[in-house]
């Protein structure tokens, strides 16, 4: 049906360990899902320089009482077929048999180099070395693997080296904070660390960058995990910061007091929403558990300042990443989905709903938008098209 059709084709892994391509219009399937058979948890990338390449890391390698590797893959899109993969369990990793991969990895087009970090600890630098013919359809790789380890001071000794956010890149700075709170800023080129800044505990959100007239920042937030687990407290400050990207000097920093939840953990799990054009002055975040352990604040804070402009409480906490959309006529919208099975229109000027709709169960995984459709997938196992208009 679709093979000589123009479609915007969505791919999409999810947690029942199937990648589906769906067309975007429709939902109805493109091609045969890959089964890999284990639940992944971040987000796939295609390939950005329109090569028939696919890459997913793995959240779990337990399903039902069966067991497999920890791998990060790469598939090829002609044939659906796995053609490479990082092994997960590495003897450099401190992290002994673990080595989920739930971050998503970033690609270099200019030197065809995929960079992506584990929850092993260790950062990934694979020059791929691909060749793609699109007159023969004939695609190869040979990938080169280096592997960066780091200690930090910052750290104990295990579970602590781990990343779960996705890397930022800035020219040849690449950062990324790990699961004992070691924001790093390293050179990517030559895999020297430039600075580093203990941010306190676990961060899965990941880091937002921009570059401003008056300098490049980044953005980042924690959550409230190892400073309560094990009973040494029942609640603790979520802390968002801006850094100078480049020196790693302390801009401001915003504290919001969040419950620990034994699993589930407070402050900020979503990666924030970077205001640009109209709602150039803010940066909107999803905070998690701030008056209870189950609901949360939607906040807009001044760039500049990291003052607040609004504060908007919501009755159930959000662990999706707030999305922006633009209409015809310029101005910015944005999407936010949480636990209450909704996902909202709402206003970034002010904060307020302008409509919302039910996907029926949790909304953990964050929309994808392309043109006036929104595609994500709920704890109902569906994964929904909503158009926006």
Do not use: H
Not at 357 to 385: C, H, M, R, T
């Amino acid at each position: 049906e679709f093979k000589n059709k123009d479609f915007v084709e969505v791919i999409y892994p999810i947690l029942d360990g199937n990648i589906y391509f769906l067309d975007l219009e429709t939902g109805k399937p493109t091609r045969n899902k890959i089964n890999l058979g284990f639940s992944i948890k971040g987000t796939g990338m295609v390939d950005p320089r329109g090569y028939p390449l696919f890459y997913t890391g793995m959240g779990l390698n337990e399903n039902n009482g069966k067991y497999t590797d920890f791998k990060y893959r790469i598939y090829s899109l002609l044939d659906q077929s796995e053609i490479f993969s990082i092994m997960g369990k590495d003897p450099l990793s401190y992290r002994g048999s673990w080595g989920a991969f739930d971050s998503s990895a970033i690609l270099s087009k200019e030197t065809d180099t995929l960079i992506c970090v584990g929850e092993n600890g260790l950062i990934y630098k694979t020059k791929l070395n691909t060749k793609f013919d699109p007159v023969t359809g004939t695609l190869s790789i040979s990938p080169e693997v280096t592997k960066f380890q780091y200690k930090s001071s910052y750290n104990s000794p295990g579970a602590d080296y781990g990343i779960e956010n996705s890397p930022t890149i800035y020219r040849n700075l690449m950062y990324t904070v790990d699961n004992g709170g070691t924001l790093l800023c390293l050179d990517i080129n030559n895999l020297e660390p430039v600075w580093m800044y203990d941010v306190g505990d676990d961060t899965d959100s990941t880091i937002v960058l921009e570059e401003e007239e008056d300098g490049v920042f980044i953005y980042t937030a924690n959550e409230v995990d190892k400073r309560c687990a094990g009973g040494k407290a029942s609640k603790a400050d979520c802390n968002i910061r801006k850094f100078n990207a480049l020196t790693g000097e302390l801009i401001w920093q915003k504290n919001y007091t969040c419950y620990y939840r034994s699993g589930i953990n407070g402050g900020v799990l979503g990666t924030p929403l970077l205001g640009k054009d109209d709602i150039a002055d803010r940066i909107i975040f999803p905070v998690c558990f701030t008056g209870s352990q189950m609901d949360g604040k939607l906040v807009a804070l001044d760039k500049k300042t990291g003052e607040e402009i609004w504060v908007r409480e919501l009755a159930n906490y959000s662990w999706s990443s707030p999305v922006a959309v633009r209409s015809d006529d310029g101005k910015t919208y944005g999407l936010l989905c949480g636990y209450d099975g909704y996902m909202r229109l709402f206003d970034p000027m002010t904060g307020e709903d302008l409509d919302k709709v039910s996907l029926g169960a949790n909304i953990e995984s964050s929309p994808a938008v392309y043109n006036d459709i929104a595609v994500v997938g709920s704890y109902v196992q569906k994964i929904f098209g909503v158009r926006i208009k």
